[in-house]
Structure formats: C-alpha cells, structure tokens
C-alpha cells in the first residue's frame, strides 16, 4: 500500500499548483516541479531538505502565491522526482542549476530558500552560472556545511567517537519507518522537532518523512555523512539570511554561527527559541516573512510578463 505523502487538510495540505513541469538535469534525471501563483509575479524558489518533498513547504507556498510566483521542486528519489543512479552534492547542484534554468527567464531573479539539505543544495550551487545569474539573495533554514553527524545532537552523549558512530548508524539504518504511529510521531518529534510543536506540525511532517522510500533515505544519509561544503560557503556571494532553531538537534546553532562567519554577505541570523529543525513547519510565518523581507529589498518590483520556459514539458 502506498503511503499517504502529506496531510490532506489544514494549514500544511499543499495547495494545488497552477502547473507542473517535468525538468531533466544535466545527468537525465526527472525533476518534478511546481508552479503557483502569477507568471509575472516575483520569482522565489524553494529546496527541501532530506526525505522530505515539495508539501513540506506547504505553508509558505500557500502565504506566498498570491503575490509571488512559488517554484518548488522535488529533490531526487523525494516526493514525485523518481530516483536516480548519482547521488551526490554536484548532482544537487546540477538539479537546482536545471530548476532555475527552465522556471526563470535569462536574466531573471530569484529568491531562493533552501531547508536543510535544501540549504547544502544552495551552497553547492554557489560557484555555478545558472545559480550565480538567478540567486538575488538567498534564505538558509536549519542547516550546515559540514560536520552534521559529529555535531549531531539527536543522541544524549558526549560529544566525541562513540556518539558520531552510533548517530551515523542511526540515521543511516535501512529499517524501514512503516506507516504513521502515535509511536512514531513521538521519535520524529524528538529528532527533528521542538518540544512544543503542535500535534498538526508533527503529523504533517511524518507523513512526508515516512513516505521516504528507505532506500533513498539511506542513500542521501551517507552522503550527508560525508559533507564538506565549507569552501562552497564562501562562494556564497549573494545577501544570505540563516534562520536556526535552539533545539535543532541535527544542524543545532553551532552549525549557523559558523555559515555566519564564513558567508561573504551574511545578513544575520534569526534564532527560535524552542524550535527545532523542521523551521519552516514548525516557525511558518516567521520563515515566509523572511522570505517576503528577501524579495522586497533584493527583486525589482515589476517583473513583467514572461515566456513560457523552455527546457521544461508539462
């Protein structure tokens, strides 16, 4: 039976998307995309994180449409895009590189929103040409460059060996996550969520989380395991907000004070008290609101009207 991918009522329901686009990358790859609100409208895009999907945005697509156009794609072997045979950080940046390629016209520019590896997907796209002639400025939500299992907190060790060896078993294990349980719910909670998230926020993550095919899960873990984007960081040169949660417990704030140093246009760092790592579900209106913030300073206000794109089929 196929597992139910998003809640289908409330806040984190995703909305319907005024259309849909089938986006190869560099490698073959089939990117699902999706577009809401006016083609002439300014541009954001939007990159979720591991083992999530486009209907983690759910909330900020919904707030933003009206007077944005939304670009949110699936990452690959997440959501609708089907999995691929290179899993890697060039191929999460040859994928964005495609997405802003076939969703913007020349030219044109965006604000892009990156949440965990959404976030690593951003750095990694730093230095490319596409990501270097769409990105006007940039939001990094709950993530890191480097380092995530050694400075995870999901396990209550000392830092040190031990903890990093049983958290990279852990979060690589291959044991398949099952159907959504009030069991369930609670380990989430505990490893991605802060205390006080609300029943809604917990739901609408495992259903996206647990729709993960094990496999892909898995696979995208080791190579998380293995990061190293902090040179990309530093290439990184357009306006960058970071937002982190205080009980973030896979990229906890060490992992932001560090992007802060190193990003060359840093515009500060906003820290939830209480919030964990899922930010955009958990903090929704202060995650669309520094997003609206980015547009306003960084996108002219007239857009136009644009082409259809190409490089894209419905």
């Known amino acids: 039976m196929t597992r139910r991918a998003h809640v289908k009522n409330g806040p984190y329901a995703p909305p319907v998307p005024v259309r849909e686009l089938t986006v190869r990358s560099a490698d073959g790859a089939r990117l699902h995309v999706e577009v809401h609100g006016p083609e002439d409208a300014p541009a954001v ?77 951003v750095m990694a796209a730093s230095g490319r040409p596409a990501f270097r ?107 960058t907000a970071v937002v982190v949660g205080t009980a973030d417990r896979l990229t906890p704030p060490p992992h932001a004070r560090t992007l802060a140093a190193a990003l060359p246009e840093c515009l500060g760092v906003t820290v939830l008290p209480g919030v964990g790592h899922m930010t955009p579900v958990e903090a929704p209106e202060l995650v669309t609101t520094r997003i609206r913030e980015l547009v306003d300073a960084y996108l002219p206000g007239d857009r136009g009207v644009r082409d259809e794109p190409e490089g894209a089929s419905a």
């Open 45 to 121: 895009v939007l990159a979720h994180g591991w083992t999530c999907s486009t209907a983690f945005w759910a909330a900020q697509v919904r707030a933003l449409a009206t007077g944005h156009r939304v670009v949110a794609y699936d990452q690959r072997g997440h959501g609708r895009t089907p999995a691929a045979a290179t899993c890697s950080t060039d191929v999460l940046a040859d994928d964005l590189e495609a997405v802003l390629g076939a969703t913007l016209a020349p030219g044109e520019k965006a604000v892009v929103a990156g949440h965990s590896m959404g976030g690593m997907t």
């Open 133 to 239: 002639e769409h990105a006007a400025a940039v939001l990094l939500c709950s993530t890191g460059s480097s380092k995530l299992v050694a400075e995870s907190l999901v396990l209550p060790l000392r830092a040190g060996g031990l903890r990093t060896l049983v958290t990279r078993k852990i979060l690589g294990a291959r044991l398949p996550l099952g159907p959504v349980t009030p069991v369930g719910m609670r380990v989430l909670k505990y490893a991605t969520m802060g205390a006080g998230s609300s029943p809604v926020m917990v739901e609408a993550c495992a259903r996206i989380v647990h729709a993960c095919p094990t496999t892909v899960r898995c696979t995208w873990a080791h190579v998380l395991d293995q990061l190293d984007l902090d040179e990309a960081v530093r290439e990184l040169r357009v306006p």
